[in-house]
């Protein structure tokens, strides 16, 4: 296949974060291959990711010979890899990559999902969300939601443990034994408060901290994971197979959680799952609700669980609806996505 088109802007929606999430955030990328099939994929970066797309990704992609998506991937990665093995640069190919795998599987007449595995599609997958306190946690709950991650960087950067100890006793109070609790401190901590925290809430059954310290500090994950009474998590901010695997090699992390829009896109993510099966590692994607990474954990994941999707995020078609059964999951061509709206 070759791809003849490559198209990038970014969309306007009412609503999102008023911080970089919006200015360097979401683009939208569009491939036309030479049988005249689009596919849409959805990337990062904002202009200066548009200015990649249209620039060095499009000088190595357009009208190239691959045989598959991965090659395809390989090619970008390559062609950047002097400038851009994390952050912009896999932001942008990401976009390229599920777009080229959006158009790769229609023209094969199939979703994404088909593509994958031979399994039996599921009806639904256990979802997640994101919370502030106990109430939205039961909220959540009560809505379908088969667990949630109570966010926590509003106590600053150096919390009080005893007062996160009460909000995660009050929600697992209100939430009973046997629903999961997630802890998210937006990487605002150092080594010492996460011990401190962890210990006040241990007996509470969290199944992870999320981002306790900054994507940088390998030797404080690698600490923390060694150290931790519950299990650490992170990768939202990691880029490539090359950085999981310096994660997992490291042993720095119990639960990786890539963005499937940012990280380089299913090609990937799925090298990130190989890589926590080689390393007994859970993976529980960034977003995953949202239509690219819901196809991926689907297929891939033997334990599935989706965080919800973002509210505001509403320039695609194809966010799936959830139940008290969890979130529904659909057989479509490609992503069975498509735009909202003009450009």
Not at 178 to 183: A, C, G, L, P, T
Request: aromatic letters at 8%; glycine letters at 8%.
């Amino acid at each position: 296949m070759k791809v003849t088109r490559i198209a990038a802007w970014q969309p306007e929606c009412k609503g999102s974060p008023n911080d970089w999430r919006t200015t360097l955030g979401q683009i939208l990328v569009e491939v036309e291959l030479d049988n005249g099939i689009c596919g849409l994929g959805v990337g990062g970066g904002g202009k200066a990711g548009i200015h990649l797309v249209d620039t060095v990704i499009k000088e190595c992609m357009l009208n190239v010979h691959v045989d598959t998506p991965a090659e395809a991937h390989e090619t970008m990665v390559s062609h950047t890899t002097f400038y851009g093995r994390k952050g912009l640069v896999p932001m942008a190919i990401s976009g390229v990559d599920l777009a080229i795998w959006d158009a790769w599987a229609k023209s094969s007449h199939s979703s994404v999902y088909e593509l994958l595995t031979d399994k039996p599609a599921p009806l639904h997958l256990p979802m997640y969300q994101t919370v502030f306190d106990d109430e939205e946690a039961m909220e959540a709950v009560s809505n379908g939601k088969q667990a949630v991650k109570l966010h926590v960087e509003r106590f600053g950067d150096r919390p009080d443990p005893q007062a996160i100890r009460e909000l995660v006793r009050m929600t697992r109070d209100r939430l009973g034994p046997d629903k999961s609790i997630m802890v998210d401190a937006f990487g605002k901590w150092n080594v010492n408060t996460t011990l401190k925290v962890a210990d006040s809430i241990v007996e509470f059954n969290v199944d992870w901290i999320e981002e306790p310290v900054g994507p940088d500090r390998l030797n404080d994950y690698i600490s923390l994971t060694e150290k931790c009474p519950i299990p650490i998590a992170a990768g939202e901010h990691e880029y490539l197979r090359e950085g999981f695997l310096e994660l997992a090699r490291s042993k720095a992390v119990s639960v990786f959680q890539p963005d499937i829009n940012w990280c380089g896109g299913l090609t990937t993510l799925i090298d990130i799952y190989q890589i926590a099966r080689e390393h007994e590692i859970r993976v529980v994607p960034h977003r995953g609700s949202e239509p690219y990474c819901l196809t991926a954990i689907a297929a891939l994941d033997d334990n599935p669980l989706a965080e919800s999707a973002r509210t505001w995020f509403t320039c695609i078609e194809g966010i799936a609806e959830y139940s008290s059964e969890g979130v529904k999951f659909n057989l479509l061509p490609g992503f069975g996505v498509r735009v909202i709206g003009n450009r």
